[in-house]
């Protein structure tokens, strides 16, 4: 069985999503011992900003099949349900591009392969502390939909994720139809893979099959949401918490060695003297 990541870049005016995808798949090259393939897909847009550095890190970079559906979006998540047709791999994991890996996490694959469809339910502060304060996550605890967290999300090539991506792919293009049928209770503005994806699970009724709530549940991932990680921090935290990553990518944010995958989400975050760091520890610095 192929195993391997893969994430979605597609670059807007703002913000360079393949440059966030390169750095981590540099991360995940750098610390995995076992699955360290990364594949990245991108739209004909982003091809133009394909650099030969690029080609060297990524084991494949995928043309976006059909038409995009986020094209008149700025945050464009709308074609995640490609990914199930397009990834290279009989077990895969979906990861948000404003992500590193800063520590190994190849012995979790022996864990995810257990299921057909896992779905991240909680995350971790920074300081490593479990996520229990869903308050700005209202339209998940008022509706009872799974604490869905797409930003990691493992599947294999099966019927049940088939079933989960055809039931996304319909949720993204008739977002606001569901979300008017399905959430009487709190309704988001605008089109989220967190809750398409919990509706499509809800939907199937798949959440026994696709979820694992304890404490100690895999996967997870430090989530960087200002309001989460306590009082006076923000979504741009790192204009107030230091961070630094070594020459041996040990990342340390606020004191706290990191040892889960980083989704940084501030953008500002990433410099080019991280992506240098990265780059340099894997050799390919161009």
């Not at 594949?39 to 080609?55: G, L, N």
């Not at 199930?84 to 404003?98: A, G, H, K, R």
């Not at 599947?155 to 989960?164: A, D, Q, V, Y």
């Not at 798949?206 to 549940?217: A, F, G, K, P």
């Amino acid at each position: 069985m192929t195993q391997g990541y893969i994430t979605i870049a597609q670059n807007n005016q703002e913000v360079d999503y393949l440059e966030q995808a390169y750095a981590l798949a540099l991360s995940i090259k750098n610390t995995q011992s076992g699955v360290n393939c990364v594949s990245v897909m991108i739209d004909e847009e982003t091809s133009r900003s394909v650099k030969t550095k690029h080609t060297k890190v990524f084991d494949k970079i995928i043309d976006m099949p059909w038409q995009d559906d986020a094209l008149d979006s700025e945050w464009k998540i709308n074609n995640k349900w490609k990914i199930y047709y397009v990834t290279p791999y009989d077990e895969t994991v979906l990861l948000d591009s404003d992500m590193i890996f800063p520590a190994d996490v190849s012995h979790w694959w022996d864990i995810l392969c257990e299921k057909d469809f896992w779905s991240t339910t909680q995350t971790k502060t920074f300081r490593g502390d479990t996520v229990t304060n869903n308050s700005h996550r209202k339209v998940f605890t008022e509706n009872n939909l799974p604490q869905i967290h797409n930003a990691f999300m493992y599947f294999k090539k099966s019927h049940i994720s088939s079933e989960i991506f055809k039931m996304a792919e319909i949720i993204f293009q008739n977002w606001q139809r569901f979300y008017h049928l399905y959430l009487p209770n709190a309704r988001p503005t605008h089109v989220s893979g967190d809750v398409v994806f919990a509706l499509a699970i809800k939907i199937l009724g798949y959440e026994h099959l696709t979820t694992r709530d304890n404490i100690h549940s895999l996967p997870t991932f430090v989530h960087m949401r200002g309001r989460i990680q306590g009082a006076n921090v923000m979504d741009n935290w790192s204009k107030n918490i230091p961070s630094y990553i070594g020459v041996n990518q040990t990342l340390v944010v606020g004191n706290f060695l990191q040892t889960f995958p980083f989704h940084y989400l501030d953008k500002q975050w990433l410099t080019p003297e991280i992506i240098k760091t990265l780059e340099s520890k894997h050799g390919t610095y161009i």
